[in-house]
């Protein structure tokens, strides 16, 4: 007999409810659109601008599509509707791109530029960034050092040399993140591709669940976890959202010369506190300096770890050549890195002249570039979102939000650094995305702080820093050895940790640097 299938009504099938989802966000965005009148403050490309940027955010927390989706489409709506700041050939002046064609009402002459072309080429600006070519090519070192299992090979490394004791293994965990940090630009792919494997097999080894002695594997998965906030912190390279912090940056302070090396040099003291201190303060908030940390009676807690990472080691066997090539290509690139003030090659070419050598050199294929989908994602979502920060800042869009915080800020008699960075940091824990906070809020709090004079290197350096730290990883959350108050209470803890030593001993930092 024949089975009919029955089709599901319209409102169950996964294309309506993918728009229903939708909802929320293009209801804000209409809002914003249609709602706001124009004023000298906010131009009719100013409020467009901000429909579309305010509609994307809410879209990024309420709907599960890809965020590069949702950067084409409104890249996509900006350029149809020539939402755009464009150049009049004639002047060399930015104008509205709706405007070109027409009549200036003060001379009379016509604006010489070309609306629909113009705008698209707006809308392609962003992907010629050189930080968002850093961060591509970031991507396809980190890819190598997951291939060839460089990272696996580092971490087991740390933890046959630091395993001898619990607080060992904590510093082994911090020391793999620090190490792979500069070449791995997604902390979800160093944390959860690399770092967090090895941290499972350990907490695993060691006969911990989160049922029995769940104290070790709670300790070994807070340091996981947020030493891989701090490391994505401490590099402009350790997350793929930092260079949307220089971006907006550079367009407000030009003069500025904060680069690769600025970022790290600035980060390097109150950053490496932070690791040193870490696993201490969760070997006390996990009872641990109470309880003993043996693997069995009678038997030492070294032996069946570090007896495990050999293990792995001889499972892995000695290095080969695409891991000896890649540690010299890494240690080629780092040097060039941290010289660039004197050879004068930019970062960004130096990332990329490791893409090539690795090609060349056989360790990776140009398959392994192509078929690197996290990479091309990030470039696309990210290029799209600097194109979207600058041309907020162009429209006066930016500008304008910030000059409201900053009346607020006037208004309640705050000190200007200390209170915009302590409310974007805190900001950061409302979303789960640390991507989507800081393409939310950055390019509004710096306009808010350069509206109120503060001194731009410590200021865009809080906020560098401040957007990666806030974050809650689900990743380890996830395996369960960690209940949801003590998550919250360490979380927030840490917080209040993480501000002292960067309002104390990083502003100390920065005095000697000259940042202020």
């Known amino acids: 007999m024949r089975q009919w299938q029955v089709a599901q009504p319209w409102w169950r099938q996964e294309s309506y409810n993918k728009f229903i989802s939708f909802a929320p966000s293009l209801l804000v965005g209409l809002v914003i659109w249609f709602s706001i009148s124009p004023s000298d403050e906010l131009t009719p490309t100013a409020i467009h601008l901000l429909a579309v940027f305010v509609s994307c955010i809410v879209a990024m927390v309420t709907t599960n599509t890809d965020i590069s989706v949702i950067v084409m489409t409104a890249l996509i709506v900006l350029s149809l509707t020539r939402s755009f700041q464009c150049e009049d050939h004639r002047t060399g002046l930015n104008i509205e791109c709706r405007l070109c064609g027409e009549i200036e009402s003060g001379s009379g002459m016509i604006y010489q530029c070309n609306g629909a072309k113009d705008a698209f080429d707006q809308a392609l600006k962003g992907f010629s960034s050189r930080v968002v070519w850093l961060i591509f090519a970031a991507f396809h070192l980190g890819k190598a050092v997951e291939v060839t299992q460089l990272g696996h090979r580092v971490s087991l490394m740390m933890i046959k040399t630091f395993g001898k004791h619990m607080l060992g293994l904590g510093y082994a965990i911090v020391l793999s993140e620090l190490m792979l940090g ?4 997604s902390n979800t792919a160093r944390g959860g591709g690399i770092i967090l494997p090895v941290v499972h097999s350990i907490v695993k080894t060691l006969g911990s669940t989160p049922t029995h002695n769940s104290e070790i594997g709670e300790f070994l998965i807070l340091v996981g976890s947020h030493a891989n906030l701090i490391s994505a912190s401490m590099y402009l390279t350790g997350m793929a959202p930092n260079p949307i912090v220089l971006a907006k940056a550079t367009q407000l302070y030009p003069d500025l010369n904060f680069n690769f090396m600025t970022w790290l040099s600035g980060s390097s003291v109150p950053s490496i506190t932070c690791i040193l201190c870490l696993p201490l303060i969760l070997w006390y908030f996990c009872g641990l300096d109470k309880k003993s940390t043996k693997l069995k009676p009678g038997e030492s807690f070294s032996s069946g770890i570090i007896q495990h990472a050999k293990d792995e080691l001889d499972l892995i066997g ?12 890494l240690f080629m690139c ?8 004197y050879t004068q090659l930019d970062p960004t070419l130096v990332a990329l002249m490791g893409v090539c050598l690795l090609v060349h050199t ?12 996290t990479a091309w994602e990030s470039f696309f979502w990210l290029g799209g979102f600097v194109t979207i920060a600058q041309e907020l800042s162009e429209a006066g869009t930016s500008a304008f939000l910030g000059h409201k915080i900053s009346l607020a800020i006037v208004h309640f008699h705050l000190p200007a650094v200390p209170s915009l ?37 410590v200021f865009i350096g809080l906020l560098a820093y401040f957007g990666a730290l806030g974050g809650l990883s689900t990743m380890y959350y996830s395996l369960g050895y960690v209940s949801r108050p003590k998550w919250f209470t360490v979380g927030f803890t840490l917080a209040l940790f ?13 005095k000697i640097l000259g940042w202020y």
């Open 182 to 185: 500069p070449f791995v630009p």
């Open 318 to 329: 000695p290095m080969s050549f695409k891991e000896s090539s890649l540690c010299c290509i």
């Open 334 to 341: 780092l040097c060039l890195w941290i010289t660039s003030g």
């Open 362 to 373: 056989g360790t990776m294929t140009w398959r392994d570039v192509s078929t690197n989908t």
């Open 421 to 457: 960075a302590i409310a974007y940091f805190l900001t950061s824990f409302m979303f789960s995305s640390l991507s989507t906070h800081i393409v939310a809020f950055v390019g509004t709090f710096l306009d808010a702080g350069h509206a109120l004079g503060v001194s731009p290197m």
């Open 498 to 510: 993480y501000l002292l030593v960067y309002f104390t001993l990083g502003m100390a930092w920065w």
